[in-house]
């Protein structure tokens, strides 16, 4: 299996399924996936890497600068669906200090304020 990065959309939250390898020849898919996002507007993310088999240096380095382009352009990334394998990572290269993770999609997109303002009540 190599590597894809699937869409979906639950209001105004993207949701991008990564499923396969993120090594050196899949990590321009992830950050033209993100890019493109980005472009159309669409700055609030989770990433779901319940199907993330495999994750290199590289792929660490996409996951990293996914994260800083949607920080700097105002926007919010989130994951969701770590496997022991790419937790180990994370906390390896200390990037769970960085990334928002979630047990599942609903705490993720519940995160986000403006699916907040659905479900909340008075503040």
Do not use: W
């Amino acid at each position: 299996m190599n590597f894809s990065a699937a869409i979906r959309h639950t209001g105004n939250v993207s949701i991008v399924d990564l499923s396969g390898q993120l090594t050196s020849f899949a990590s321009g898919v992830l950050r033209q996936t993100i890019g493109d996002l980005m472009v159309q507007g669409n700055k609030q993310i989770v990433l779901n890497v319940g199907n993330l088999l495999y994750l290199d240096s590289s792929g660490v380095g996409a996951l990293v600068n996914c994260y800083m382009s949607v920080i700097k352009q105002g926007g919010e990334m989130k994951v969701v669906g770590l496997t022991p394998k790419v937790e180990e990572v994370l906390k390896i290269t200390q990037l769970y200090r960085i990334f928002q993770e979630f047990q599942n999609e609903e705490e993720a997109l519940q995160s986000f304020p403006a699916v907040k303002k659905q479900s909340a009540g008075a503040a």
